[in-house]
């Protein structure tokens, strides 16, 4: 075990308000202390492998390895020149009077 590396990881965890982040020190500082991926994964309610690729991640890059990445997300279904299109009709035209129940013909809304 080592000290240093665990009060350095210990300075991270104060220094972090990313829950997640914190998490991820947590779990490798946990490893420095000598338990299993699976105990720790037990006490952070992650499975093993999660434990172990946060291991991973920082013995090749340090806590940096540690922090999220930016996640593209999904895909936009529609193509530049087709949002362009939909702005320009949306800006042209008026919204149509729209609601998820249907009309009952003799009663007000």
Known sequence: ???????????A?????DKRLYERILAV????EGHSFTEIGD???RIR????????????QGLA??????S???????KEDQRHQLAAMLEQQQPAM?????????RCR
């Open 1 to 11: 075990m080592n000290n240093d590396e665990i009060k350095r990881l210990n300075a």
């Open 13 to 17: 965890m104060k220094d972090t308000t």
């Open 29 to 32: 500082r946990l490893r420095l």
């Open 43 to 45: 006490l952070l309610g």
């Open 49 to 60: 492998q999660t434990v172990s690729i946060y291991w991973q991640s920082c013995q090749e």
């Open 65 to 70: 390895g540690l922090e999220r990445g930016v």
């Open 72 to 78: 593209p997300g999904q895909p936009p279904k529609l």
């Open 98 to 106: 729209w609601t998820s129940k249907p009309a009952i013909p003799g």
